[in-house]
Each structure stands twice: as C-alpha cells, then as structure tokens.
C-alpha cells in the first residue's frame, strides 16, 4: 500500500503533495451539490413549490432511510471490486455522471413538481453519492497507516469540500423565490464543472491499492458489529449524535434568518463566514490534534460551538451584530467536527484487523456514511413535522410565539445531542499510544 507520508523517503514530498490535492478535489463538487441538497432543496420546495413541510420532512427521512440498505451494499460491493480495477477508484468514477444527472433533476424541477417527484429524485441523488463517498472516504483511510497522517489526509478532503461549499454559497440568492431557482442552476453547473475536473485529476494521480482481507465480509457481520460492545460502535453513535447536532440548525438555517432575525438577505453571507471560519480553523484543530489527541481536541471544540449556540434562542429582530458573533464562533470549532471524526474512524480499521481479523474499511466508511446521512434525514423528519404540528407556516407571517418555538427548535434540541456525544468521547480509548500499541501488534503479525 502506498503511504503519503514521506517519512520513509520512498514517497518525495511532491507528489505527495499532489496525491492530496488530487483526492482532496473530489469533495469540492459533491460539498457544493450536498449543502444545496440540506439547507437549500427543502425551504425550496415548501415556499416555492408549496409542498407542506410535513411531507417534505417525511420523504427526505424517508430516502435517508434507504441509506441504511445502500451504504452498507456499496461499502460491501466496495470491498469486494477486483484491485485490479481499482477498488475505490471505479467506483468514484462511475458514479460521477449519475450525480450529475441526479443534481440536475433535483436542483431544477418543474413547476408542477410533487410528492412523488421529490421523493424519486431525492433517491436518486442518495443512491449516486453514496457510492462516491462510502469508497473515497475508505480510499483516503487507505492512503496512510499514520494516526497523525490520516488527520492530513482528512484535512485535505475536509479543505476541498469547504471550498466548494463557499463557492456554491457565493450563488446562493434568497431574496425571492425566482433568484433561488437560478441559485439552484448555478450550483449544478458547478456540480458538473467540478465533477468533470476533478474526477479525472484522482483517477490518474492517487494510488489505488486498497487492502481489505481476503474472507467474504457480509451484511450480517457488520450487524454483528454495531450490536456489540465496541470503540468502532460508541464513535458512531457519538458522530450521529454530534450530526444531529449540527443538522437541526443547518435544516432550520434559512427559517431562522428569515422568520427570527427578519433578515432573509444576510443567510448568504451569514453561511460564507461560517464555513471560511471553518476552512481556516480545519489546520489549527489538525495541530492541536497533535497535542491533545483527536478524541480529545474533538470534545473541546464541540463543547466551544455549544457556548456560542447556546444564545440563540434568545435572538430577535434584527439581532445581527450578535448572530454574526456566534456564526463565526461556531464556524471556528465546526472545522475539528470535520475533520477529525473521519480520522478516528480510519484508525478503527486497524482496531478492526486486530480485534477481530478482519480488515473492512469499506464497509466501516459505509456505516458512517449512513450515520452522517441518517443525521441531515432525522433532522428535516423531526423538525418540519414539529413546526407543522404548531402550525408554523413557511410561506406566510407566523404569531411571535410560533416564532419563538422556532427559534428554541434551532438550537435546544443541537446543544442537547451535541453535550451527550462528548460524553460517550470524553474517555475514548483509541488514542495515539494505543494506535501505535495495535500497529506494533499487526507489525508483529505481518498484517
């Protein structure tokens, strides 16, 4: 397998540097496509396609749900690809075309769209990013057996995906139903732009020599595995927690300026700063990994971003100045949410062949896909259903205590996830010295 790191002095320090930016590319396009798909796709449905945000909620949890069935077949089906072919490779390149044709439906419906045409599209546009990013998540992990070079590599992916975010940000125009369509446009010329540049650029640059073990994984084991007792198990249900943490306000984000601060012109410019503060905290938090250990840094910046959420709920009208602070703030700690986890989640693989003999990292980066999937889908199917449920209307003027409930739903129930994931993290017991402990074991085993 080849590692990045040049430590050994077999690796020169360019191209390393060129395998980063190459597989790092590839989160450029899918980042722009996917915060359209969270945060744009469905207030965009509701107020300018009229669908009820009960049904909005239900079909995106509905697809999500799918994942639970997809993401474990695509990590498998993963895993089990020919080397040959490249293991990870053909499957970021054959699903790029599928993404593209999947964005352009969901991103320009017609006018007469429906139920039944958001829930086949939404399936489509899940079904083509799962089987880029379950096999590119697993192909970074397989780049490096360094627990501090997985942090770098991850950094890179992490880079790349915030870029593209802001640029898709930078079209993004709520200022009318007309302006958020042609919004919806420019992203999926981007989407394709991106897909065509950067999915040719990895495939001839980044080195495919996956190693997974040569038994027949199945299904059933990895239920098996997330029905025991185990650190790749308490990661992962930390990681859904903490997404659901960051999704309910991702999902409530333009309702919020809209309804709460009454400035539906700043959500642009609102959500810029948060992911430039986040792209330049990504190396900070990457460094200070290096110190504290990454379960650990984790932890602080997750309890930094509920310190500064927690205000707001006590926002109103015009209450800019005072968002704009807990925006940046926020954006600061959420780029060791980014990049971190996935980190831990790549040492796991060697926990993995040690604990259990077996070395899946497809089917790993497969449930964590679905977890972070499962996150965004729980959110849109919890909370459009609850402001339904009180009769807070997207398309019309809302009593202030409609209102208010709004605002309390944007952060209440994301302080409460997010405090119990650093619980479970707190005392993780994959650190950098057990790391080196599994390594010097499989070493001593020839693995």
């Known amino acids: 397998m080849t590692d990045i790191n ?5 690796t020169s320090q360019i191209p390393a540097m060129a395998v980063l930016i190459a597989y790092g590319s590839l989160a450029f396009p899918l980042a722009g496509a996917f915060i359209a798909l969270q945060v744009i796709v469905p207030t965009f449905y509701a107020q300018s396609l009229g669908l009820s945000l009960s049904a909005i909620g239900g079909i995106l949890l509905a697809a999500r749900l799918w994942d639970l069935f997809t993401d474990p077949v695509v990590g498998y089906l993963s895993d089990r690809t020919p080397a040959s072919w490249g293991r990870r490779k053909a499957w970021v390149v054959a699903s790029a075309p599928l993404i593209a044709a999947a964005v352009w439906v969901l991103f320009n419906p017609p006018q007469n769209a429906g139920n039944s045409f958001l829930l086949l599209a939404t399936l489509a546009i899940y079904v083509a990013g799962t089987m880029s990013i379950v096999p590119m998540n697993a192909w970074g992990a397989e780049l490096s057996e ?36 042609e919004s919806l446009f420019a992203i999926t010329i981007l989407t394709m732009i991106g ?15 996956s190693k997974v073990d040569g038994q027949q994984s199945s299904l059933r084991e990895a239920v098996k595995l997330l029905a025991q007792p185990s650190p790749f198990r308490r990661l992962l249900l930390a990681f859904l927690l903490n997404g659901l943490g960051n999704a309910i306000p991702a999902t409530l984000f333009l309702l919020y300026v809209t309804h709460v601060l009454e400035k539906p012109g700043i959500a642009g410019p609102m959500l810029f700063g948060y992911f430039v503060c986040s792209a330049l905290s990504v190396p900070v938090w990457v460094a200070l990994s290096r110190r504290w250990g990454k379960h650990r840094s984790w932890c602080i910046a997750v309890l930094g971003s509920c310190l500064f959420f927690s205000a707001t709920p006590f926002l109103g009208s015009g209450d800019i100045v005072q968002y704009g602070i807990i925006v940046m703030g926020t954006g600061l700690m959420i780029g060791a949410d980014l990049v971190l986890p996935s980190a831990i989640n790549g040492d796991l693989i060697e926990w993995d062949a040690l604990e259990n003999n077996r070395r899946r990292p497809g089917l790993f980066f497969a449930l964590w896909g679905t977890a972070s999937k499962l996150a965004y889908a729980l959110a849109v199917g919890l909370m ?25 739903l944007y952060a209440g129930p994301s302080l409460i996830f997010k405090i119990a994931a650093v619980a479970m993290m707190w005392r993780f017991p994959i650190d950098e010295t057990e790391h080196k402990r599994i390594r010097a074991a499989l070493d001593a085993r020839g693995i």
């Open 195 to 209: 897909l065509a540049i950067s999915t040719p650029l990895a495939a001839l640059v980044v080195p495919d020599r």
């Open 146 to 181: 360094s627990y501090h070079q997985r942090s770098r590599i991850s950094g890179s992916r992490v880079i790349f995906g915030l870029s593209g975010t802001l640029v898709a940000l930078l079209l993004v125009d709520n200022s009318s139903n007309e302006a958020l369509t």
């Open 6 to 10: 040049a430590h050994s002095g077999e």
């Open 384 to 408: 459009f259903p609850a402001l339904d449920l009180v009769g807070f209307d997207a398309t019309i003027a809302n009593t202030a205590d409609d209102v208010r409930l709004l605002a309390v």
